[in-house]
């Protein structure tokens, strides 16, 4: 117990691993923020007139389609719409007509609709008449969003790569490692006390990022957190390897930043590019592919692939357990070999 208090103290030494920690939280605030933005004016039409040149009918109409800005002058009106930063469109008068300005770097879709202003107008009592059905706009961030957060749970489940590797490399540039190897601690404690502290942190991390971007009924909540647990305790795993095969700090810090880019980039590149056979396959000997597409598929509401990807992540929890255990074993039988 005094081993566990330990590693926990440790903690609050390494800004490494306590920006792991917060990193995804912070995140996932944002993403949640971000989701309840409207960003539909973004796409809105905006229309620049010169004072006193159009009717107040004219004005109006346009009004109905954008915003409208007045300009006292031509050469007012001419610097904004050639304001690069803007895609303004200047509207004059133009006989019982209009006529549109362009500075000519404007987006297609406002190149079209500036081209078809002053039939349109032209046209207006007629399409006065026609009945006007107003769909209601799509999210388009929504499907990104669970996306984003998605990865950022991976990267909260990892914080317990993050500080395994840390913690053990720390200890053998500071020399404690080589007191763990006098101190009556069997292999078997040493190992729960290293797995423990980062699965716990790793977790806990995922179990807030999770609360705060998804919203999930109890039943894909519990399926939510089986994923989170298995998801942390192979990434906790994994550190101990970072952890033993590191004989620097750089090193580590090299390997941390690798193995974090693959678990991110292939279950990106997988959902996608919608991989599917042979490929799917090998992406699946990376642990987090299974969990990412548990992930989203919770967030879809769908839970197809769910079970699946819980015995796909079941079974690298036991083979990477299985393995440390192998090299813990043969490290031992050579350090006999040599005491011998």
């Known amino acids: ?8 103290k440790s903690i609050r030494k390494d800004k490494f691993c306590i920006m792991s920690f917060l990193l995804p939280l ?3 605030f944002v993403l949640n923020f971000v989701g309840t933005i409207d960003l539909s004016t973004l796409s809105e ?58 500075s000519g770097d404007e987006m297609d879709l406002w190149h079209q609709t500036a081209n078809t202003l002053p039939v349109l107008y032209m046209d207006r009592e007629k399409t006065d008449e026609i009945k006007v059905t107003v769909l209601e706009r799509p999210d388009l961030m929504e499907g990104f ?20 590797a840390m913690n053990i490399i720390e200890e053998k540039e500071n020399g404690v490692a080589l007191v763990n190897q006098i101190l009556p601690m069997t292999y078997s404690r040493y190992i729960v006390q290293k797995i ?39 990434a906790a795993l994994i550190g101990l390897f970072i952890g033993k095969f590191s004989e620097s700090l750089m090193v ?13 980039a292939v279950p990106l590149l997988s959902y996608l590019l ?16 299974a969990t990412f597409e548990g992930i989203m598929s919770l967030a879809e509401g769908t839970g197809e692939m769910i079970i699946k990807d819980i015995f796909i992540l079941m079974a690298h929890c036991l083979v990477w357990f299985l393995l440390y255990l192998l090299i813990i074993e043969c490290g031992m039988e050579q350090a006999d070999k040599k005491s011998g």
């Open 45 to 102: 039409f905006h229309f620049g007139v010169l004072q006193d040149d159009l009717s107040e009918q004219t004005v109006f109409w346009l009004e109905q389609y954008g915003s409208v800005t007045e300009y006292k002058t031509r050469e007012e009106l001419t610097a904004a719409v050639n304001e690069p930063s803007t895609n303004l469109i200047g509207v004059e008068a133009d006989g019982d007509g209009i006529k549109t300005i362009l």
């Open 252 to 264: 580590g810090v090299v390997y941390i930043k690798i193995v974090l880019i693959v678990f991110i």
């Open 274 to 289: 919608d991989v599917d056979g042979l490929a799917l396959a090998f992406c699946y000997f990376i642990p987090s592919n």
């Open 196 to 234: 423990f502290v980062g699965f716990v942190c790793g977790g806990l991390s995922a179990v807030l990022t999770a609360c705060i971007g998804f919203r999930m009924p109890p039943r894909s909540a519990i399926l939510m957190l089986i994923l989170i647990i298995l998801s942390a305790f192979v």
């Open 26 to 28: 912070i995140v996932a």
């Open 1 to 8: 117990m005094r081993g566990l208090v330990y590693q926990l």
């Open 145 to 164: 969003q669970n996306i984003f957060i998605a990865a950022t749970l991976i990267v909260a489940m990892f914080m317990g790569c993050t500080f395994n």
